[in-house]
């Protein structure tokens, strides 16, 4: 049957349970993690023990690094990587399209932001962008790269070359990016997101591809920075080694820091989520794929790239108007015509932040303001189904039909 809006009485249930993100728990896992829940319960270790540990050995082997050190959320991950590299007082390169955490990683380990623009296709910093960066201004340490909507930048060796080369400390924040993987042809290998420059953050918050609730992942194969970022998270301290095993000795506390620590019951659902996350960036890509189908061929609507050797985890499937219409109309029409959710990552721009407004970079923000201005994402989520994503695409499609039902009316 057909209602009056010209759309199928399945679509129109299915457009009352649509999100713009939804983390999700499947059935079958519920009891496993009440199980463990109990356990944590039972025995009072609700910090920084088994669960902990076996989290961080999912995510270690997953991505094929060495180390992984859990965290309170990727900010804070990010913060510690920083304070733990011992650099103070340094300048870091960190692109305006990102979230604040981003930013505030570098101030609150002691040094100073640069913000700069990005790549108007990636929404990631890019070589060039960051090559005039530090020709410019000797006093730049590092590099925060930020792996946009889970997407590794096609540049992303040549960028982790260049910062070795010159000895700049590449943070990668993959807040976005668990299980994406680059292909690097020239080796004949795969390189997972979190194992490029110095150390890589994941977020699980509950957007995310795995959610904990809150939840960061700091994964790195140098296994001294590692040990340090351990020290980090635990307020800086160490328990000392004594005589006897079994008695307590104390602790030493080798620098002043805070509490970073992950619970047992955040690395109890992070284990149970870890058992879906291939078959969730299946589901992801499946998605991306779909949309590409309905959307794809649009003149007036750009897809997210998608290099051949790059799989992505599509945190976010974003796409961009190409023709010289009101985003913020495009999208209203979305959500009340249709009951489509949108969002809009991430806007303000960090460099149109008034806290920032003493960390940009003076090569300006063409590119990133004019993108902001047009770009927009659309639901993505495992539960997300095909019937949901023919409804979506039939209510953005239904913007061209009336624009040329009005434009011919004229």
């Known amino acids: 049957k057909i209602t009056q809006s010209g759309i199928t009485m399945k679509e129109q249930r299915n457009m009352d349970t649509l999100y713009r993100a939804k983390p999700y728990i499947p059935e079958e896992s519920k009891q496993d993690v009440l199980d463990r829940f109990d356990n944590i319960l039972s025995t009072g270790g609700l910090i920084q023990g088994k669960y902990v540990a076996e989290f961080e050995e999912l995510v270690r082997k997953r991505i094929w690094v060495d180390n992984a050190v859990a ?29 604040a955490a981003s930013v505030n990683c570098i101030i609150r380990s002691g040094n100073t932001p640069i913000i700069t623009d990005v790549n108007s296709e990636t929404q990631c910093l890019d070589f060039d962008i960051i090559k005039r960066e530090v020709e410019k201004d000797k006093d730049i340490a590092g590099v925060v790269l ?39 042809e020239y080796t004949d290998s795969i390189r997972f997101a979190g194992t490029f420059g110095d150390a890589g953050v994941f977020s699980f918050y509950p957007s995310k591809i795995i959610t904990t609730g809150e939840g960061g992942m700091i994964t790195t194969n140098n296994s001294e920075l590692a040990e340090k970022c351990r020290v980090v998270r635990n307020h800086g301290t160490v328990r000392n080694d004594g005589k006897y095993e079994g008695l307590d000795y104390g602790y030493t506390c080798e620098m002043p820091s805070t509490n970073y620590r992950m619970t047992e019951f955040c690395a109890a659902l992070g284990i149970s989520q870890m058992e879906h996350l291939d078959d969730w960036l299946e589901k992801r890509n499946d998605i991306a794929d779909e949309y590409e189908w309905h959307l794809g061929k649009l003149d007036w609507l750009s897809t997210p790239i998608s290099p051949h050797n790059v799989y992505q985890s599509y945190w976010q499937y974003i796409v961009r108007i190409r023709k010289h219409w009101d985003r913020e109309e495009f999208c209203k029409k979305l959500l009340d015509e249709h009951k489509i ?50 409804y979506i695409a039939r209510g953005i499609k239904s913007w061209m039909t009336d624009n040329i039902e009005v434009n011919e009316g004229c």
């Open 341 to 390: 959710p949108t969002a809009n990552a991430y806007s303000p721009l960090c460099h149109q932040q008034k806290i920032y407004k003493n960390y940009l970079s003076s090569f300006g923000f063409k590119n990133s303001e004019k993108m902001i201005k047009e770009i927009f994402s659309l639901p993505m989520y495992v539960e997300l189904s095909t019937d949901n994503i023919n």
């Open 71 to 99: 965290t309170t959320s990727c900010g804070t991950g990010l913060e510690t990587v920083l304070i733990a590299s011992g650099i103070k007082g340094k300048k870091f390169i960190v692109p305006t399209q990102t979230f």
């Open 146 to 184: 930020v792996m946009m909507a889970g997407l590794i930048p096609p540049d992303i060796l040549d960028i982790e070359a260049y910062c070795k080369d010159k000895g700049l400390f590449l943070l990668t924040d993959d807040a976005h990016s668990l299980g994406a993987n680059y292909y690097d």
